[in-house]
């Protein structure tokens, strides 16, 4: 009995530690939400990813969009692909920021229905879209969001960002040092 309290409160602990939640309508959407999902492990930031879908689940939808907050989570991420009422429906159910992602799946025309139908959202119901299977980003806007309350994950975020300018720099002085035609001829070996 009291072996199975103490597990019951490290269960517990550990559900209140998640910060983010990342859904996605499909498994098939996996290949872009990995990445919200990589970028938050690198910054630290302890998050659940899992599938919920507004078509095919509805009720799971439901339970997991209005128990979000009461669990402990501070943000969600929520990615989809064709007709996405996904992230809408999880911004209109939950009082969390949502960060939407629009995916371009194997039922997509060109991306564009499932950018429009997660940016597109009524007054009153904000859904902050990143760019099409922008995953990446979500991960970061979350963090970011997270960052304004914790200084320690501010200035991971700092680093980062330096971190992303200091790439650009490496690529200057390459650039200068090979001229186009040799930076063209390495870029293209790299990517064979
Ligand atoms: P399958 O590959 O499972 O057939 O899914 C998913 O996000 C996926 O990109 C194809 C696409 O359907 C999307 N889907 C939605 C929703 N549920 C699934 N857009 C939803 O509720 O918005």
Redesign the pocket.
Known sequence: MGQRKVKGDVLKQKLKSIQVGIV??????LGVMRESAEILEAFNVPFELTI??????PDW?YSYAKSAHRRGLRVLIA?????????G?VASLSPLPVIGVP?L????LDGWD?LL?IVQMPPGVPVATVGLNGGRNAGILAAQILASSDAGLRSKIERYKKGLGQQVKTKISKLKRMGYRKYLTAQEGKTI
């Open positions: 996605m309508g499909s498994d098939s959407d919920v879908s507004a078509h095919r689940t939808l990615g989809a692909g064709g007709a996405a009422h996904l992230p429906m995916i799946s194997r039922i997509s499932s139908s």
